[in-house]
């Protein structure tokens, strides 16, 4: 399977809410839903909301990933991730996904 980096590192083809996007998996929505709704106590995720083509991709955007600090700071600096910024390893904003998926540390520096 072909990854699909993030602006933070990661693996945006692994996600899913990418995989029930690109199938079209309503069930997988409704299954990821009740699964986040439980893991980020927010309670109000539907299965509607479940559509994502990626970070970096053109399409949907999950809620949380339209309006993610990582992916606004990546934007606004007119970068295509995070591996093309000199600070981040130093990070504030991106150590705390690092910290607990250092594959996406990993990812971000296979980029260079």
């Known amino acids: 399977m072909k ?3 993030a602006c ?3 693996d945006c083809a692994t996600c ?3 995989i029930a996007t690109v199938k079209n998996d309503d069930e ?3 299954v990821t839903a009740e699964k986040w709704s439980v893991q980020f106590n927010a ?3 539907t299965a ?3 559509n994502c083509t990626g970070c970096r991709e053109p399409g949907a955007k999950f809620s949380h990933c339209e309006m993610c600090e990582i992916r606004n700071c990546v934007n606004a600096k007119g970068f295509d991730t995070c591996a093309d910024c ?3 390893e130093k990070c504030t904003l991106v150590e705390g996904i690092h910290k607990y ?3 996406a540390l990993a990812n971000l520096k296979s980029l260079n």
């Open 48 to 50: 509607e909301m479940i």
């Open 3 to 5: 990854k699909i980096i």
């Open 16 to 18: 899913d809410a990418h």
């Open 101 to 103: 998926v250092p594959e």
């Open 43 to 45: 309670p109000g995720i």
């Open 28 to 30: 997988l929505r409704k």
């Open 86 to 88: 000199p600070d981040m």
């Open 8 to 10: 933070c590192g990661l």
